[in-house]
């Protein structure tokens, strides 16, 4: 990569939030006290999943991953962000950028696709039951499971090797407070139409076609909870899968927001604002949705907090 000089060009610097000024101090320990619950939440999911004998069913082992995924894919952003506010020096080597745009790609795509495998989960739960056991085998699960990281690592490694061949002149400056694939490759001095199209490709394939799969799953589930006699039986139904389709419209909504929303009154600043939702307040909910709205993770709880009292 060179400037327009044919010097190499030896950082990117993250412009970030620097449009709030002063007031980028409240930023970091609001953003830290986010992550610090998304770590502890997401991590209390992960231990009472594996201790305790009564989550050991296939919809608590996605959630066991969920909340590994949802730790890992915003410890990809914000520990750089938060260095970056504090020490007021947003630059970044290219090989840093690239890592970033991988590890950022590859957790965000095997989130989609698991949250899809959760989906499907309920489905069969509620539409199949007498064929469950069989349909959410163990080797079944831990497929699921595999496909979904396998998925995000070709993802994120093509994606990110096809933009950092492209020649890069010019400008370094990226407005935005993380290295995504959309900001980057609005600095290429090449022909981006392969670049664009293969964003476009992974929006289709894996934030479309996940959600497609998504919504089928539930309209057959809706029209399975319609078909219960009992007001009381349409209720419990619909209680088993109410934390999951919370989840989907949270990250769905957002990443519809960030990635396929019309250019009307679009400014770069706005488009920072989404993203930090979605990649630092989305995965610090999620541990609450299925907590709070769960009653075997609450009886979890409550049992080991009593037996270690």
Same mark, same amino acid.
């Given at each position: 990569?060179?400037?327009?000089?044919?010097?190499?060009?030896?950082?990117?610097?993250?412009?970030?939030?620097?449009?709030?000024?002063?007031?980028?101090?409240?930023?970091?320990?609001?953003?830290?006290?986010?992550?610090?619950?998304?770590?502890?939440?997401?991590?209390?999911?992960?231990?009472?999943?594996?201790?305790?004998?009564?989550?050991? /069913?296939? #919809? &608590? $082992?996605?959630?066991?991953?969920?909340?590994?995924?949802?730790? +890992?894919? %915003?410890?990809?952003?914000?520990? !750089?962000?938060?260095?970056?506010?504090?020490?007021?020096?947003?630059?970044?080597?290219?090989?840093?950028?690239? /890592?970033? #745009? &991988? $590890?950022?790609?590859?957790?965000?795509?095997?989130?989609?696709? +698991?949250? %899809?495998?959760?989906?499907?989960? !309920?489905?069969?739960?509620?539409?199949?039951?007498?064929?469950?056991?069989?349909?959410?085998?163990?080797?079944?699960?831990?497929?699921?499971?595999?496909?979904?990281?396998?998925?995000?690592?070709?993802?994120?490694? %093509?994606?990110?090797?096809?933009?950092?061949?492209?020649?890069?002149?010019?400008?370094?400056?990226?407005?935005?407070?993380?290295?995504?694939?959309?900001?980057?490759?609005?600095?290429?001095?090449?022909?981006?139409?392969?670049?664009?199209?293969?964003?476009?490709?992974?929006?289709?394939?894996?934030?479309?076609?996940?959600?497609?799969?998504?919504?089928?799953?539930?309209?057959?589930?809706?029209?399975?909870?319609?078909?219960?006699?009992?007001?009381?039986?349409?209720?419990?139904?619909?209680?088993?899968?109410?934390?999951?389709?919370?989840?989907?419209?949270?990250?769905?909504?957002?990443?519809?927001?960030?990635?396929?929303?019309?250019?009307?009154?679009?400014?770069?600043?706005?488009?920072?604002?989404?993203?930090?939702?979605?990649?630092?307040?989305?995965?610090?909910?999620?541990?609450?949705?299925?907590?709070?709205?769960?009653?075997?993770?609450?009886?979890?709880?409550?049992?080991?907090?009593?037996?270690?009292?």
């Amino acid at each position: 990569m060179a400037d327009a000089n044919g010097t190499a060009v030896t950082e990117f610097i993250l412009l970030g939030f620097s449009f709030l000024g002063p007031h980028q101090s409240a930023l970091f320990w609001g953003v830290l006290f986010v992550y610090l619950v998304t770590v502890l939440g997401n991590s209390l999911i992960i231990t009472l999943t594996l201790l305790d004998p009564a989550l050991s /069913t296939p #919809m &608590y $082992f996605f959630l066991r991953h969920l909340s590994m995924i949802e730790i +890992l894919y %915003t410890t990809s952003v914000v520990p !750089r962000m938060l260095t970056d506010i504090l020490f007021s020096h947003p630059a970044m080597s290219p090989a840093s950028c690239f /890592t970033q #745009m &991988y $590890f950022y790609a590859l957790f965000g795509i095997a989130e989609c696709c +698991l949250i %899809t495998a959760m989906a499907y989960d !309920r489905y069969a739960a509620i539409c199949q039951p007498l064929h469950y056991a069989m349909l959410m085998r163990r080797q079944v699960c831990v497929g699921m499971v595999g496909a979904s990281y396998l998925m995000g690592i070709i993802t994120g490694i %093509t994606h990110s090797i096809f933009i950092f061949t492209l020649p890069f002149h010019g400008t370094n400056i990226i407005r935005h407070f993380l290295c995504d694939s959309l900001p980057v490759l609005r600095l290429t001095s090449g022909d981006t139409f392969w670049g664009e199209v293969g964003t476009l490709a992974s929006t289709v394939l894996f934030i479309m076609t996940p959600f497609a799969l998504i919504l089928f799953s539930y309209v057959r589930i809706l029209i399975t909870i319609l078909g219960v006699a009992s007001a009381q039986g349409r209720q419990k139904v619909f209680s088993t899968c109410s934390s999951h389709l919370l989840v989907v419209t949270l990250f769905y909504g957002s990443a519809t927001l960030a990635y396929m929303r019309p250019g009307v009154n679009y400014t770069q600043d706005t488009d920072q604002i989404v993203c930090l939702f979605y990649t630092v307040v989305t995965p610090m909910l999620n541990p609450f949705i299925y907590t709070l709205r769960n009653k075997e993770v609450m009886g979890a709880l409550r049992r080991k907090v009593a037996k270690h009292l």
